[in-house]
């Protein structure tokens, strides 16, 4: 980006000016993500686009992230704080995009959460382990990085094997995974 340019009377406005300090400093408006790309090419950082098939403002740093409307998510604000949900389980699952920046409370038994690529970037999901038995955190369909405790591969398992210990998952690329906490691999 550009930035603000002050011009003068008398000053050629030539089409490089046009497309920096006007066109790419614009809202601009795209029936969907496939016209953006093919409209914009390459993207600079800072740019506004507004997507009528979704109704949603993006802005590009390192990708088009949404900025409007604000994503919503199923916790709650009180006090000022924001109080994300979650869920509690007692046999197996496979996480989903809805478990995005919330929490797995592993109430009882021996069981796995396998964690797909269906969080976007920097996302997390937090799973606790409140059982006696031992809680396995395995990469699913889609994660081709998957790394914690000193270790990596998508065959790897990582394993909070001590009661009231907790581990965060969290997309640190695309496709990219990392399991931080109390685990052994």
Known sequence: MSGR???TAGEVL?????NDFLMDQSVMVFSGSA?????IGTATEGMLTY????????VFTTYFEQVWPVTSFSGTITGGQVQFGGTSITASMTATASLKNQTIYAASGTLTVTVPDVLELFDTITIW???GGTVTIAAGS????????????????F???????AAT?????ANTYRVVGKITA
């Open 5 to 7: 340019k002050v011009f």
């Open 14 to 18: 030539t089409a490089s000016n046009v």
């Open 35 to 39: 016209a953006r790309a093919s409209g």
């Open 51 to 58: 997507l009528t098939d979704t109704n949603t403002i993006e």
């Open 129 to 131: 382990r409140n059982s």
């Open 142 to 157: 889609g994660v081709t990085d998957w790394a914690g405790a000193g270790t990596a591969g998508t065959a790897v398992q």
């Open 159 to 165: 394993y909070i094997d001590q009661q009231y210990n």
């Open 169 to 173: 998952v969290q997309k640190v690329a």
